[in-house]
């Protein structure tokens, strides 16, 4: 059974998908139910779960679980910004941008956050994280940055002596690596996303 188990890797998986390795199971929840009381997989949400990394033997990842809860969504904003080592401050809360409505998921690996977003700028500027072999989606350091001044109540970069005071003492970024930041992907948003002049005004501190 717990090689069995084994083979679903580190990746969210479904009740079916459980059920599917004992065909021989008639009564799948009870079944379920009893793996996951016996520390065999863990409850992610109603219907989805991963198995435990004693079982797997593959560390889990909560960007993967993220992707998984609410589909179709990337990982974004301080969380994936911290995950670039650009801040560092720790993340608690796992924050992701969807094309669907705002929710927020709990569970035993922490708050998951998605975040409404359009469909114009969903697409711009997103990459492939990995994790024991598996694949995430997770926005590339500027798409992050973009996003989370998209999403903060009250900015307004109109300057960029603010924008600069914005980096460096409310993020405290890091402000080497923001000077290799892709300005095309920035770009990109500030035609079609949210607070676009802000962003314009991070594109001039990048190339003042």
Known sequence: MKNSLATLRNVPITTATIASLFPKIVDTRQKVSMLEKNGEIIRLKKGLYVVSPEISDMMISTELIANHLYAPSYVSMETALRYYGLIPEAVYLMRSMTLKQSRTFVNSFGR???????????????????????????????????????QTRGINLRYVGEAKEYLESYLR????????????????YA???????SIRTIIKLIQS
């Open 112 to 150: 998951f956050e998605f975040l409404s977003t359009s469909r114009k700028s969903y697409y711009i500027g997103i990459k492939s994280g990995e994790c024991e072999g598996s694949y995430f989606q997770i926005a590339t350091p500027e798409k992050a940055l973009c996003d989370l001044v998209a």
């Open 173 to 188: 970024f890091d402000m080497d690596a923001l000077m290799h930041f892709d300005t095309d992907i920035l770009g990109q």
């Open 191 to 197: 035609k079609v996303g949210k607070k676009g002049s």
